[in-house]
């Protein structure tokens, strides 16, 4: 358990060792947010700097290779694959402080090469175990390919869809990091089990920074970098040697942000809206517009999701254990 500690305490110290000095930095550039009158999607009324998202992205790959010092072919093509994730929203994040927008076919088309790598990478959902004789069900290639992209795709969108309050998208990350941590340790599955005691730590400490009233935001680069990596995790974690009951683990773990924007999505289609274009049918704009205050919405939010997250240990425990 020492190396898991450390791993905790590592990524926690630097991230908040890295957060005000990023801080510093965004506010002497003018790398910051700043809200636009006509936009109903920003809660801010005043510039608030970015760059967190960079210490998050830092502190990670930090820790994944001072700790499980893997600097395989598999280490190195997930690493780029996060790049390629991380970069893409830096970008984001540059035209939007400039009061532009990057398109949203190039940035689904990073993201979608990003997820590729992965698979390449052998980092996939390649079958289950029927639980009732044991056997190993491995899916065509084809399958493997569509479910492991559409899975990351996602768990990438729907996390960066989240970041709409201080301290949210942050606060979620960090409770299914801990459910992906404690499946992954109870599996074997060290490396999985490092990676999300290492986005725990990170989590917790930009939430330091980034509780109402948050000092420093994280961008579309942190939160889809985050949403990214709880996809890996979870594939090469909980989905690996799944079953058919405890493939719903990573999907409860994650349940809060994914079941939202699957109803944001079918609301969007429904309305003729395009998909990737921002508006305020997330849960936390509804709720806003009910009367509730930011900290309000974040806590009932925090709520549910560590909820979902319960109900998934609980069902990976039952299963583990020959309950169901």
Known sequence: MLIYIFAFFLSLSLILVLTPVLRKLAIKI???????????????????PYLAGLGIFATFWVCYFLIIRDVSFKSWLLFFS??????????DDWFKIKGGDLKALPKLLVQ???????????????????????????LPVWLQFTLTITWLLGVTTVMNF????????????????????????????????IMGIALVG???GYLRYNKFPAKILMGDA????????????????????????SIFVPVLALGLPIFDNIFVIVKRIKDHKPVYIGDSTQIHF???????TQKQVVAFLYLISISLNLLAIILFMAQSYKFI
């Open 162 to 193: 989240m970041d709409g309050l201080d301290g949210l998208a942050g606060g979620l990350s960090c409770i299914s990091a801990c459910t992906l941590f404690v499946v992954a340790l109870a599996k074997g599955n060290s490396y999985s089990a």
């Open 82 to 91: 996060s790049a390629m994730i991380f970069g893409v929203g830096m970008l």
């Open 30 to 48: 003018d790398y910051r947010e700043k809200p636009k009158a006509e936009e109903d999607r920003k809660i801010h009324t005043e510039a608030k």
């Open 202 to 204: 990170i989590c917790l």
């Open 112 to 138: 979608l090469a990003a997820c590729i790598l992965v698979y390449v990478a052998g980092v996939r959902f390649s079958g289950f175990t029927n639980i009732f004789n044991g056997q190993y069900i491995l």
């Open 222 to 245: 942190g939160a889809t970098f985050l949403g990214f990596m709880l996809g890996l995790i979870s594939l090469d974690g909980a989905f690996k040697q799944a079953t058919v009951v």
């Open 286 to 292: 509804r709720l806003l517009k009910k009367g509730l």
